[in-house]
């Protein structure tokens, strides 16, 4: 017997033996056992957080002291480094992409001259240290000049600063940080300019646009896709890096904490507290560097990636899923002859 398409269609016995039987999906039972494993896993990290206990001096008191963390949490030393670990994190990734963006305009360029000196730059910063140049800031320029002039080249000084309270730790730190930010992401723009292709820039010409107007108004619109996700990276990195300060007498978040276990030498409650914060704003600058990314990635992509609440509420309708069907249930074609 033929259906309306021309296919042969199955007896009855076949139709009766299909509807009894069931589609059993795949089994995988070593993710069962990996999953077995990280539960526990968790469960015992989550027991000596919250509910271990140590004997410290014959006092039977809670492994982390988190009595102690919650005291000085919001202490004030703490919130004076945090408000000096912020202000060193944006002056020095502002500073760090302006920089960065002429550098790679100057590494691009067809004059020798420009993309040498960029060249050079790019290859000192990022070959030493970033803790070696915080210091050399800080003692270095002091050291090497004890005054600071301003006025006319090989001529008069209309401007004299002692290079001592000038360059104070809070100025070095900003100093070393932007500049050597600004070797990296010099490198991070220039892999974007250049991923824009060609033919932009070449139509962009042809509409009688300048140079610099095609930059900002073709070139780096486009090429923020790329630049977007490393800089957010080297901003939380920036964030973290910060804590180098200390090594020059600035107070910044881990310095205020180190400060205060010096004195009552609760080591480790302290860095708790310095690890909490530093989670905690590096959490807030992964959220907005999301939203960023997907602000950019418009135009670029038929769909936009789904937020966090837009991914909880797809897991929580796959939960509510309808059960696999039965295989009498799926329509049946007849295999081509």
Known sequence: MTGPAGLSKPDAG???DRASMKIVPVRHPWRWVTSGVILVLVAMLVNSLLFSHVVRGGT?????????????LFATPVLRGIVVTLELTVIAMVAGVVIGIILAVMRLSPNRLLSGSAWLYIWFFRGTPVLVQLTFWYVGISYLYTHLTLGVPFGAALVTLNSTTLITSFVAGALGLSLNEGAYMSEIVRAGIISVDEGQT??????????????????????????????????????KTTSLVSVISGVDLFQATQNISNTNYEVVPL?????????????????????????????????????????????????????VPALSEVPWVAPHD
């Open 14 to 16: 076949v139709s009766r």
């Open 60 to 72: 039977r008191e809670g492994r982390f002291q988190w009595a102690v963390v919650g005291h000085y």
């Open 202 to 239: 070449e139509a962009a010409a042809s509409l009688g646009m300048s140079k610099g107007l095609t930059l900002r108004k073709i070139v780096l619109p486009q090429a923020m896709r790329i630049i977007i996700p490393p800089t957010g990276n080297e901003t939380i990195s920036m964030l």
């Open 271 to 323: 860095l708790v507290v310095a690890s909490l914060w530093y989670l905690f704003f590096t959490s807030i600058l992964t959220i907005g560097q999301f939203y960023v990314e997907r602000y950019y990635a418009r135009g670029a992509a038929r769909a936009l990636p789904p937020t966090p609440f837009q991914r909880l509420k797809m897991s929580l309708h796959h939960v509510r899923a309808k059960p």
